[in-house]
């Protein structure tokens, strides 16, 4: 049984940094492509990053752009999200995801073969 963790989140002032993970368990995805993605109270799921198989690749929302970074360990079936300079608007329920089978685009939230239960990051002012 495939299944995806979250972990990392929490609760912090402006301008801080958070990291989170996650972790796959049930079916190595070294070579699939996985992504990012938040959504807020009473907002639809959103794209934050996605990264191709080996690194090589990485793209990102503009909101995120230039303040969060998307990184994998395919040894460790992981993928990471750097967060800095977080901003109120960053709030969110975070997710991870994993696109195996869909071709379609991948900033389209059902472009995602499988997804993490999320985890919540609350970003004060």
């Known amino acids: 049984q495939v299944q995806l963790e979250e972990s990392g989140g929490g609760l912090v002032q402006a301008g801080a940094s958070l990291r989170l993970s996650c972790s796959a368990s049930?079916?190595?995805?070294?070579?699939?492509?996985w992504a990012w993605f938040r959504q807020a109270p009473g907002s639809e799921r959103e794209f934050v990053a996605h990264i191709n198989w080996n690194g090589d690749t990485k793209n990102y929302a503009d909101s995120v752009k230039g303040r969060f970074t998307i990184s994998r360990d395919n040894g460790e079936n992981a993928v990471y999200l750097q967060m800095n300079s977080l901003e109120p608007t960053d709030t969110a329920v975070y997710y991870c995801?994993?696109?195996?089978?869909?071709?379609?685009?991948?900033?389209?939230?059902?472009?995602?073969?499988?997804w993490g239960k999320g985890t919540l990051v609350t970003v004060s002012s």
């Open positions: 995801a994993i696109q195996a089978y869909n071709s379609s685009p991948f900033r389209d939230p059902k472009s995602m073969d499988y």
């Open positions: 049930g079916h190595s995805f070294i070579r699939f492509p």
